[in-house]
């Protein structure tokens, strides 16, 4: 169960205080867009809407990652899965803080980067007028680079967490073995954890392919063409870290387990149909951008 101690205070806030949010970032989609809403919809900036509700949507979930954690490394106690029980909860404090401290530099690094990308698309688009572009966008920048921030506290935290195994096993904790690793409970929960960790990835990363198959097909005199590099960059990152996130925490789960059952345990996982689907998601997605863009 989320409790919030996990998250710093505006991110407890904003999790408790969802509806304004909700209204807060509208609002300011709409002053920013300058555009009038009843205006023929294909003249709509689909970029940045589609932005804003991608954000609306993954926002709320990044931060119940800490939770999905919290969770199933109490139901793996309760099974008996998970030993000495009294070590979890001071495991447990210094894993969230540890994952804070990942949040903090990760947000500075992705926001630093979409600042960045802004900077590098408006010299390449309007270098002889970059200082009236740079004015005219200036909301727009300042926004997506908050809400990058606020990403990059979720992919530096869920890459924390993805070593939570390898944490147990230097805090002197370890996975019992099961008797039948393919059909336990002890997959399940694991997978559980694993598929928490990577699903928002994946989610995020097929939004920033999809745009960049669309700005692609449109051609170098497309409405969005400024942003093809910096989205080839960014969804080559997003993909990157899927796999890293995703094989850090099979191999954290293997630490965990000790070298013989960690081994079948890692099988069992690779092969149950939780991880087998995100791990099809991501082989299309590779295959997908493997064409030229």
Known sequence: MQTGAELN???????????FLVVTVTTLAVVVSDRDPVANIAQWDWFWISGV???????PLSLRVPGVVD?????????GRLHP?????????GLHRAANRWAYWAALVLAALVFAAWIVVILRWKPREAGGVFADNVSGMVIETFCAGLAGRFVGRTFCYSGAGSRLRRAGMWLAPADSDAGTDLVRWLSAFWTGLVDLLILLTVYL????????????TGRY???????????????SLVILIGARALTAVRAAAGPGNGSRLVIALLTSRPVCSRLLVVALLVAALSFPT
């Open 209 to 220: 392919a999809t745009w960049l198959l669309v700005i692609s097909a449109d051609g170098p």
């Open 53 to 59: 509700l991608v954000f609306l949507v993954a926002y």
């Open 225 to 239: 063409a400024e942003w093809r590099y910096p989205y080839v960059f960014f969804v080559s990152g997003f993909l």
């Open 9 to 19: 205070q505006f991110e407890a806030q904003a999790l408790r205080n969802y509806p």
């Open 85 to 93: 029980p009294e070590r979890l909860t001071s495991f447990l404090a």
């Open 71 to 79: 969770t199933s490394l109490r139901q793996l106690v309760g099974a």
